[in-house]
């Protein structure tokens, strides 16, 4: 399968400061990576879509001057939780889609968590 | 939105029997299905995708779609402990629509 890494893995940071998650493709290059959080024990949450060179699309409730999302080439994608709040503290996951042979397939990051004190 | 229901568990299996996993979707265009494996504290691992009815078989897992149904399965055969985590049914036409998961113990 293709390999999609995120850096950091994990981090903490102090309430009001902005954290950058990096997500990327190593093997493969991706036009549209996806970011998820997931809180303990519930499923994935969709955040938004990002798309190589235009903006990133967010899905209802999730605030995008909060969640910057920047997707500046074919292999990486950056989310940055600007003044981040103990309530941001979460798992952040991103995607990335393979398009091979007339099928789909989207493998995920191994995850960041999020700490903020 | 579509909406993917999987049966909730958690389901509990001997090592060695056969671990049975449903799904079924409610948007009828859905064209691609997949299963994907999450162990505690980690993200989920791409095990099966599948995009037309019938079976479709990787080692010990075999993933069942009928699109008539609206129903996909997936099939673990003889499980072994390290096959219990949470298992997500997916369902795309480009979004992923995930199932609330179903949780997997294999007992030794």
């Known amino acids: 399968g293709a390999v999609v890494s995120q850096h950091p893995s994990w981090v903490i940071c102090k309430s009001g400061t902005s954290v950058k998650i990096e997500c990327r493709s190593l093997d493969f290059q991706a036009t549209t990576m996806f970011w998820y959080r997931q809180f303990p024990k519930q499923s994935l949450m969709l955040m938004a879509t990002s798309n190589e060179g235009s903006k990133a699309t967010y899905e209802q409730g999730v605030e995008k001057d909060k969640f910057l999302i920047n997707h500046a080439s074919l292999t990486l994608s950056t989310l940055t939780v600007t003044s981040a709040h103990p309530e941001d503290s979460s798992f952040y996951i991103c995607s990335a889609i393979l398009l091979a042979g007339g099928s789909y397939e989207q493998y995920f990051g191994p995850g960041t968590r999020l700490t903020v004190t | 939105q579509k909406e993917v229901e999987q049966n909730s568990g958690p389901l509990s299996v001997p090592e060695g029997a056969i671990a049975s996993l449903n799904c079924t979707y409610s948007?009828?265009?859905?064209?691609?299905f997949f299963w994907y494996r999450q162990y505690s504290g980690k993200s989920p691992e791409l095990i099966m995708s599948?995009?037309?009815?019938g079976d479709k078989e990787d080692g010990r897992f075999t993933a069942q779609l009928n699109k008539a149904s609206q129903y996909v399965s997936l099939l673990i055969r003889d499980s072994q402990p390290s096959d219990s985590a949470t298992y997500l049914c997916?369902?795309?036409?480009?979004?992923?629509?995930f199932g609330a998961g179903t949780t997997v113990t294999v007992r030794a």
């Open positions: 997916a369902v795309a036409d480009y979004k992923l629509s």
């Open positions: 948007d009828r265009v859905s064209q691609s």
């Open positions: 599948i995009y037309s009815n």
